[in-house]
């Protein structure tokens, strides 16, 4: 058997032709010759042959997947797939036929940020257990361990992604979901914040009465989305109010660390290398999950301490007594605050830099006042070009970056605007004495950046 991915370098993808392969079928590929992130991954795929885009490669296929990327508008293997009547899979339709034809149920972990963490938090919590039967995680791990495999056990942890509904083919056989908050994203696809929860609220109750929910109670609007769900569920949180709840917590320059309070019983002394509240709800409910699946708490407990992290989430490329050079996927505001508290907590008493390159037209012109407020947070604030979607038309905006960098001034904070490719010499040319330069976006600034940049320092 035989399957081919078009697009096959992307996180999703490449995760996906790794389970493929492991269940028997020669996976082949697709894709631009540039090397990606997922490297590492699609390197231990036995067998992998990946060439350039070419319409042979459709041909004798038993299962073809093409990646969100690409179309038959800019594809031409995908244009071939439409020509012939070939059967095709999106992403979200494969990996409910993985579950489907495996007979797995899915461990779904939702929300508009928190998701990849999450998911990566339970399947270490899980990990040799008897209950873990696979996992999709949306990033690497920072170690190079693989985000994706198969193992024995019933339940498959997926990363429930709302954009465009995908995470509708995966909930009817869900054993668990956690939602670890809601708030208003992706504008070129919900017209407004009601139509966000109208469709968490579908995702959860389009799962069987058996599923376990977990919802995060700290985020505003929590009250109000539970009303919309047909399902029992409980709260996880910092609040009170919240049935699970974390207790004792202590943050500092190492990580954090809490105790667990359900219904008057203390699960005690968990403790991570990650930073920020918003890092405590995470844990918190890969904890809870993992308890609920009949997980020992010993083992949860001790498998927490050797969680490795995810690339692009609170990654350090390179920290010296002087400087640091943190990359991290926040492309949101709500993402933004949590993500800078955060790094105060592992940098108390340094300069934050933060370089933002927004993602998006059509969010940063949706959410340019949220943006301001949440940069504010830094101590100096650089902007890059606006990295625009696949799916925008450049021409229909007429706007930069400097949306946001006017909008700043309402916060006395002052934004420099400076292209991408030009970081590096603009920062060799700085005094970087006791800074922490943050990288954020869900571009290509770590590519063009971060990442060379910090190879800079090292050499230095």
Request: proline content about 3%; hydrophobic content about 40%; glycine content about 6%.
């Amino acid at each position: 058997m035989r399957a081919h991915f078009i697009g096959i370098k992307g996180v999703g993808i490449s995760a996906l032709a790794k389970i493929y392969s492991q269940r028997g079928y020669t996976v082949t590929g697709s894709d631009i010759k540039e090397d990606f992130i997922t490297k590492p991954l699609l390197d231990s795929i036995r067998g992998l042959k990946i060439s350039d885009f070419n319409t042979k490669n459709v041909y004798h296929c038993d299962k073809i997947i093409i990646s969100n990327a690409y179309t038959e508008k800019n594809n031409s293997e995908a244009k071939e797939c439409v020509k012939h009547n070939f059967k095709t899979l999106t992403y979200p339709e494969a990996v409910a036929d993985v579950l489907n034809s495996m007979k797995k149920r899915s461990l779904c972990i939702a929300g508009c940020k928190g998701k990849t963490t999450t998911s990566a938090l339970l399947q270490t919590l899980m990990k040799g257990t008897k209950q873990l039967g696979g996992f999709i995680i949306g990033a690497p791990y920072q170690n190079n361990e693989a985000n994706a495999g198969l193992a024995k056990g019933g339940y498959f942890i997926i990363e429930a992604d709302e954009y465009k509904n995908a995470y509708f083919n995966y909930s009817p056989c869900a054993k668990g979901i956690i939602i670890t908050n809601i708030f208003f994203d992706h504008p070129d696809f919900f017209p407004s914040f009601a139509d966000t929860k109208k469709s968490f609220a579908k995702f959860i109750n389009l799962s069987p009465k058996d599923t376990y929910i977990l919802i995060c109670g700290d985020f505003a609007d929590s009250k109000d989305f539970a009303k919309r769900i047909k399902r029992k569920f409980e709260t996880y949180g910092l609040n009170a109010g919240n049935l699970w709840r974390a207790v004792n917590i202590t943050e500092n320059q190492k990580g954090i660390g809490f105790s667990v309070l359900y219904r008057g019983k203390i699960y005690k002394n968990f403790s991570a290398g990650l930073y920020g509240k918003h890092n405590i709800q995470n844990v918190l409910a890969a904890i809870v999950m993992a308890i609920k699946l009949g997980v020992p708490v010993s083992t949860i407990r001790k498998n927490l301490l050797n969680f490795p992290g995810t690339k692009r989430r609170f990654e350090v490329y390179f920290e010296n007594k002087e400087i640091a050079v943190i990359d991290d996927y926040a492309h949101h505001p709500e993402a933004i605050s949590p993500f800078l508290e955060a790094v105060r907590q592992k940098y108390p008493s340094r300069t934050i830099i933060a370089v933002f390159q927004p993602h998006t037209f059509s969010r940063t012109k949706a959410l340019y006042k949220e943006f301001a407020k949440s940069l504010a947070g830094a101590d100096e604030i650089i902007l890059t070009e606006i990295y625009g979607s696949a799916r925008e038309n450049r021409e229909d905006f007429n706007f930069n970056s400097e949306i946001i960098g006017n909008e700043l001034q309402r916060f006395k904070k002052k934004a420099e605007i400076i292209k991408s490719d030009q970081l590096i010499n603009y920062f060799k040319k700085r005094n970087l004495k006791n800074t922490a330069i943050v990288c954020m976006g869900a571009g290509d600034l770590w590519v063009k950046f971060a990442a060379p940049f910090s190879n800079y320092l090292k050499k230095a």
